[in-house]
């Protein structure tokens, strides 16, 4: 069975860093692609961070560019979000998800498509 466990969360002060945890079993971690993905109370789901574990291109949507790192630990099948400079409207439970991607997709394109199998989210609350 494919399973994602996010973990990490917690509350911060605005400006302060929390590092985000997935440890992935169940599959070929090193074909598959990770995203992280929050959603807000009353909001849409938004992708913040991917990966793609089969050549370690990352891709980052505005709202997280330069303040969001994503890094992936294949020894471990863990992938990691590195949050810095952390703001209230960050709050929100952050999931991780897991897809195979087509061969040659470039980062960026991992945050139009589906992704397959996703964890339990992790909460993230920053006080102002």
């Known amino acids: 069975d494919v399973q994602l466990q996010a973990s990490g969360g917690g509350l911060v002060q605005a400006g302060g860093s929390l590092r985000l945890s997935c440890a992935a079993s169940g599959f070929t971690f090193d074909d598959y692609a990770i995203g992280w993905f929050r959603q807000a109370p009353g909001k849409e789901r938004e992708g913040v961070s991917y990966i793609n574990n089969r050549d370690g291109s990352t891709y980052y949507p505005d709202s997280a560019k330069g303040r969001f790192t994503i890094s992936s630990d294949n020894a471990k099948n863990t992938v990691y979000l590195q949050m810095n400079s952390l703001k209230p409207e960050d709050t929100a439970v952050y999931y991780c998800?897991?897809?195979?991607?087509?061969?040659?997709?470039?980062?960026?394109?991992?945050?139009?498509?589906?992704?397959?199998?996703w964890g339990q989210g992790t909460l993230v609350t920053v006080s102002s």
């Open positions: 998800a897991a897809v195979d991607p087509p061969p040659g997709l470039s980062a960026p394109a991992l945050h139009y498509i589906v992704f397959d199998y």
